[in-house]
C-alpha cells in the first residue's frame, strides 16, 4: 500500500498547473504591462516625448519625488525608533502601540484622505485657527505630504520589528557589557543586523509614496500642475481623453514598479541569508 510520502503525483498535474501559471500571468501581468507601453508609444517617439515634457507632467512628477523624499525619510526614522521600543523594551500599552501601527493598513486610503480633511479642513478641527494663521494644508501640498506619510507609515515598522525580535538582545547586551555607550551600540551592531530589512521597508515605503491615489485624490483638490502627483495627472489625462499622455505618465510608474520588484527581490535574497546566518 502507497503512503502519502511514496504516492506519486498525477503525470499531467505538473504540465497543467505551469500553463495555468503562465496564462494567468500573462492575462494579468503580462498583458497589462504591454498595452501600457504599446500605448504610450502609440503615437511615436516624439508624441512620447512631447507627452513627459509638458510643463503639468514635471509639475506631477517634481510633486511626487518631493512627497517621496519627504515621507521616506521621516517614516524611515519612526519607524526605527518603533521597532527599536517594541522590541528591545517592555512597557503598558505595548500590545496597543503595535495595534495602532496596523491603523493605516486597516482602512481605506479614501477614508484616510476624509479624516485629514475633516482635522484640516475649512471645517475641520483645526481649519478655523488655520485659517486664522494663513496655513494652508488641506487642497495644498503639505496635505498631499501628510496624507501620503500616513498611510506609508507602517512599511518600516513592520519589516523591522519581526526581524529584530527573531535576532534578539544578545549582541547588544554583549556590546553593552564591553563598555559601548547606546548609540554606539546601535550604529555598530543593531544597524548593520538589520540593514537589509531596513532597506527593504524603505523601498517599500518609497514604491507606495510614488504611487498613492486615494488618500492623496481626497486631500489634493486635484488643482491642475499645483496639487496634482503623477497617479492623480493620469488620471486626469485620462478623463480628458489625451490616452497617449496617460499612458506616458503611467509608463514612467510601471518603470519604477519593476525597479522596485527587482530591489526588493534582491533584498529579500540578502534578507533570507542574513535569516540563515542568524539560526545557525
Given at each position: ?20 501559471t ?19 508609444f502609440?503615437?511615436g ?45 517592555n ?15 486597516a ?31 488641506v487642497f ?24 529584530m ?50 488618500a ?40 519604477i514598479a ?23
Amino acid at each position: 500500500m502507497k503512503t502519502l510520502s511514496t504516492a506519486q503525483e498525477p503525470y499531467l498535474l505538473k504540465p497543467i498547473l505551469i500553463i495555468i501559471t503562465l496564462l494567468f500571468l500573462s492575462v494579468f501581468v503580462f498583458l497589462p504591462l504591454w498595452t501600457i507601453f504599446t500605448q504610450a508609444f502609440d503615437g511615436g517617439l516624439k508624441v512620447y516625448a512631447a507627452a513627459l515634457l509638458g510643463h503639468d507632467v514635471f509639475n506631477s512628477i517634481k510633486l511626487t519625488l518631493l512627497t517621496a523624499l519627504i515621507c521616506v525619510p521621516v517614516n524611515t526614522f519612526f519607524g526605527v525608533l518603533l521597532a527599536w521600543a517594541i522590541t528591545k523594551f517592555n512597557f503598558r500599552g505595548k500590545n496597543i502601540l503595535i495595534t495602532l501601527i496596523e491603523i493605516p493598513f486597516a482602512i481605506s486610503p479614501v477614508i484616510a484622505g476624509l479624516l485629514f480633511i475633516f482635522l484640516f479642513g475649512s471645517f475641520g478641527w483645526f481649519g478655523h485657527w488655520l485659517s486664522t494663521h494663513n496655513i494652508k494644508i488641506v487642497f495644498a501640498i503639505p496635505g498631499i505630504v501628510i496624507a501620503t506619510a500616513f498611510v506609508t507609515f507602517p512599511f518600516v515598522a513592520r519589516e523591522l520589528i519581526p526581524l529584530m525580535q527573531e535576532i534578539g538582545k544578545d549582541d547588544e547586551e554583549a556590546a553593552l557589557t564591553l563598555g559601548a555607550r547606546g548609540f554606539q551600540v546601535f550604529w555598530k551592531v543593531t544597524l548593520p543586523n538589520i540593514k537589509w530589512g531596513l532597506l527593504y521597508g524603505v523601498v517599500l515605503t518609497n514604491a507606495r509614496s510614488i504611487g498613492e491615489f486615494g488618500a492623496v485624490s481626497v486631500v489634493s483638490g486635484l488643482i491642475r500642475g499645483v496639487t496634482t502627483t503623477m497617479p492623480l495627472y493620469i488620471d486626469i489625462l485620462y478623463g480628458e481623453y489625451m490616452f497617449n499622455a496617460a499612458f506616458a505618465v503611467a509608463s514612467l510608474l510601471t518603470l519604477i514598479a519593476l525597479v522596485t520588484i527587482i530591489v526588493k527581490t534582491i533584498i529579500e535574497k540578502f534578507i533570507a541569508e542574513q535569516r540563515k546566518r542568524h539560526q545557525v
